[in-house]
């Protein structure tokens, strides 16, 4: 038990020290990141396992689904990184709304509140899906003052006491709770669009990162995901 919990923190402290991917795929063609049958191509990075391994898993396959238990709080992390990509998402909330999100741009792990991987963050919570938050990275929207306020003494950045949530543009995107919801997330270049439900809910420019992996969130609540498909972006019209 010893031998396996020191294993287990030697591999995510290499995890922690690997410098953001500057090799990164640029999709040719839709791919599934998720097989339907098991957790290959992705990796979890889950705090509570350094110290006790007997912990749950946060991530399990289950009837052909990818689902996020909630706890023990983590992240499943593509073991690729991508850039210029479409990725498309459906997603529910079985049981209970709650807390969840995509995750892009990911690189160093933990590198907020020992927890969040150095990113940007596309909201899935219920009711707020879309918002961006930024972990360690930025990035800019329009009407900065009214989609990102700040309390006195904040500024604009995505470390402790910065002002890291961007309001999406949209209320009512989402679907009643276990319905299925379509997320699609577009990185091009250091540009983010986000649709829910085929409805804009989000756009950024001037991200600080372009490329890096691809996480989901395991953030209190269970949440299936039935598709995680990457693929080339669309032609700009």
């Known amino acids: 038990m010893i031998m396996q919990a020191l294993l287990s923190i030697m591999a995510v402290m290499l995890l922690l020290q690997a410098s953001p991917a500057e090799q990164a795929v640029v999709p040719t063609r839709v791919m599934p990141l998720f097989n339907g049958r098991d957790l290959t191509g992705w990796k979890a990075d889950v705090p509570e396992k350094d110290t006790n391994p007997s912990a749950p898993d946060s991530f399990i396959v289950r009837n052909g689904m990818l689902v996020s238990l909630g706890t023990p709080g983590g992240h499943l992390l593509t073991e690729k990184a991508y850039r210029n990509y479409r990725l498309e998402v459906e997603y ?107 409805d804009l809910v989000n756009e950024g420019f001037r991200c600080t990162a372009d490329r890096g992996k691809i996480a989901l969130q395991a953030e209190g609540s269970e949440v299936e995901f039935r598709r995680v498909d990457i693929g080339p972006l669309s032609v700009p019209k």
Request: net charge neutral; glycine share 10%; aromatic share 8%.
């Open 92 to 198: 529910r909330f079985a049981g209970k709304p709650g807390n969840c999100g995509v995750l892009v741009h990911a690189s160093r792990l933990r590198a907020l509140y020992k927890m969040f991987p150095q990113s940007i963050e596309v909201q899935m919570e219920h009711e707020n899906a879309g918002d961006f938050w930024c972990i360690q990275e930025n990035i800019e929207v329009p009407d900065m003052e009214k989609r990102r306020p700040r309390k006195e003494g904040e500024k604009w950045g995505g470390s402790e006491g910065d002002a890291r949530r961007i309001l999406n543009l949209t209320d009512g995107s989402e679907k009643p709770v276990g319905e299925w919801n379509t997320l699609i997330i577009e990185a091009r270049d250091r540009a983010i669009k986000v649709w829910v439900n085929g």
